[in-house]
């Protein structure tokens, strides 16, 4: 994942948040409670399953 054309820092920034105790990208289990009560209607499962596969990696 390039963020301005960096791919260091989001990842570096992904892991310090790791590290403090959230989880990961890959931990959701795609249950479906957080969109239904998202108040910006945001594919959430999508967008983490993304994430996971551009920082889990
Ligand atoms: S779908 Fe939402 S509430 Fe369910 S595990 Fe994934 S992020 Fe958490």
Do not use: N
């Not at 390039?2 to 403090?20: A, M, N, Q, T, V």
């Not at 479906?32 to 983490?48: S, Y």
């Amino acid at each position: 994942m390039k963020l301005y054309g960096d791919e260091f820092r989001p990842k570096s920034f992904y892991r310090g948040l790791i590290g403090w105790g959230y989880g990961r990208a890959s931990d959701c289990i795609a249950c479906g409670q957080c969109e239904g009560v998202c108040p910006q209607h945001l594919p959430i499962i999508d967008l983490l399953k993304d994430a996971a596969e551009k920082l889990d990696t």
